[in-house]
């Protein structure tokens, strides 16, 4: 018995059929090539090729996460500096994140001291009178080698809101002309001593001045100092004197520091390479001592921070970079922080004086406890030291009634977000003195030799960061770090869902067109004669 199979169709259709029914015993022609869908199959959806790119693009970035840690993609990223991304733009333009309380020191017993009733001067703290520190990075400039130029600027504005004192209120100080003039020229010649000394009683400069704080601060000059910088602008190169002019007035610097990745390893990033464009500020003799690279402002930190780490940091304010030691953990932000801190020794004498590098050439030794700044202070005698003359040595508190130092409060510390180098919290304390040598030659300021009178101290406090900047941080150091691998895997199975979801989905759509394609066919059977 043989049948024959008569399909009925257009050629196309007939074609089809024959393609698919190559191996039956009864098919007719031979196989056609035609074009698929064919004229009247249903099209294929747009939206599964959407679903085919959703999921070949969570493929390709949960492989590539599994691969390539995603945080440290970031962090490489962020050596890099780009413009118009985040880490650059919030440099560019940091927050105004951080106060200056400034405190000053009014003399009570000015009178007494001066007429010798007593051989002690009773100092008294005036503040904080709080300020908002604005720095701005301009004129930036990428160099081949991995490094950045800029021209950083910090200005300290006023904020009457969080004020408790009025800037209007009088005290006494010590007059930094009438003191800091002769004790400069201390070792100078008799005639030039006995100038001085003609000239203050002529012009009636006394030792110590009632003023405005605001005067204080902004404007504070004497009839000696202007003359001085009249006759000698060369070694008198200014006739202000005021303690925040004096340290905000050049507060302008060309700086240049390594980003990467070529200048080297993530952990000098945004370490000081050149100042003004030399290694160091170009004030001590001692090159070492001189030098800041691998300093930072405390704006950045290097990435990748260990607990051994000492964390350099320069303020024009003591006229050197210090360096920081790790203490402890804190936590912040939901995030693990180190705590660095000043060393009690900052400001103390080295066991060998001749290792003393942080003087003035033509002063002599200074107690332990301070440190001469003078050749950022126009070469007037100021030191610095810890507030309240903090672990100084007794031979200069012992001359002074009113101090009350405290750790707490008179310490400098700086907390670290390790992974990023991003200074969570920090607060910079110091305080500057005028510092009078022996005046034997000055016989009206003999009471003074040898004595460090505190001037004022500061408070440079980073409060805190934006939200906006503290919430990324988390993201990058907590939450990627502890989902990553799981945000991966849950991915690629995403993906795998979808192939599948959409595969699953053709299929049906192809038989169940097919099958309705079929049954619109004419198929006869026909039963044939046998063949003899």
């Known amino acids: ?3 024959e199979m008569e399909v009925c169709g257009t050629d196309a259709e007939r074609g089809l059929m024959e393609d698919d029914c190559r191996d039956c015993l009864g098919c007719v022609s031979s196989p056609r090539f035609v074009f698929w869908p064919p004229k009247g199959f249903p099209s294929f959806p747009f939206r599964y090729i959407l679903y085919l790119m959703a999921g070949s693009i969570l493929a390709l970035i949960g492989i590539t996460t599994l691969i390539w840690n995603p945080v440290d993609l970031l962090l490489s990223e962020r050596l890099k500096m780009v413009p118009g991304l985040p880490p650059y733009e919030w440099w560019k333009t940091p927050p105004d994140v951080v106060l200056l309380k400034a405190y000053v020191w009014n003399i009570t017993n000015s009178e007494e001291f001066l007429r010798g009733e007593t051989t002690k001067l009773r100092v008294q703290e005036v503040g904080p009178y709080i300020f908002r520190e604005k720095f701005t990075h301009t004129n930036v ?3 081949k080698n991995g490094t950045l130029t800029y021209v950083a600027s910090r200005t300290a504005v006023f904020q009457p ?5 009025n800037l209007n209120d009088t005290i006494i100080v010590a007059n930094v002309a009438a003191l800091g003039i002769p004790s400069y020229l201390w070792d100078a010649s008799f005639f030039t001593r006995q100038g001085i ?6 012009l009636g400069s006394k030792p110590f001045v009632k003023l405005t704080v605001d005067d204080y601060f902004w404007n504070f000059t004497d009839p000696l100092l202007k003359l001085s910088n009249n006759l000698l602008p060369f070694l008198v190169p200014t006739d202000n004197v005021g303690i925040l002019h004096q340290v905000y007035h050049d507060f302008v610097d060309d700086v240049t520091v390594h980003i990467g990745p070529e200048s080297g390893p993530k952990r000098n990033f945004f370490e000081i390479n050149r100042w003004r464009g030399g290694p160091g500020l170009g004030v001590w003799e001692n090159k070492t001592c001189d030098s800041v690279e691998g300093s930072s402002e405390g704006v950045h930190y290097h990435q990748d921070f260990r607990r051994n780490d000492t964390l350099r940091y320069l303020r024009k304010t003591i006229c050197r970079a210090v360096s920081l030691y790790y203490t402890r953990d804190i936590e912040r932000y939901g995030m693990t922080a ?3 801190e000043l060393p009690n020794n900052t400001y103390s004498r080295p066991e ?3 290792e003393e590098c942080y003087r003035a050439k033509r002063y002599p030794l200074l107690p332990s406890g301070i440190s001469d700044v003078s050749p950022c202070y126009f070469s007037l005698p100021i030191v610095s030291s810890f507030p309240h003359f903090m672990f100084a040595d007794p031979q200069i508190t012992d001359r002074l009634e009113g101090l009350t130092p405290d750790y707490e409060k008179h310490g400098s510390v700086a907390t670290v977000e390790p992974m990023t180098g991003i200074p969570l919290i920090a607060w910079a ?3 500057c003195s005028l510092y009078i040598h022996n005046m034997k030659g000055f016989p009206r300021l003999k009471k003074f030799s040898n004595m460090a009178i505190p001037m004022f101290w500061l408070e440079y406090k980073q409060e805190g960061l934006p939200s906006y900047i503290s919430n990324l941080m988390y993201i990058v150091v907590v939450i990627l770090p502890a989902s990553q691998f799981y945000i991966s895997l849950g991915m690629i199975a995403l993906s795998f869902f979808i192939f599948s979801y959409i595969s699953s989905k053709i299929f049906n759509m192809c038989l ?4 309705g394609f079929y049954k619109s066919m004419n198929v006869v059977v026909v039963k044939s004669k046998p063949m003899s």
């Open 1 to 3: 018995m043989k049948f």
């Open 141 to 143: 400039v990428f160099h």
């Open 161 to 165: 809101e969080m004020n408790t004192l």
């Open 197 to 202: 000394t003609f000239l203050m009683n002529r």
């Open 338 to 340: 180190y705590r660095y």
């Open 352 to 354: 060998n004086p001749n």
């Open 429 to 431: 304390r110091s305080q």
């Open 512 to 515: 169940i067109s097919k099958k």
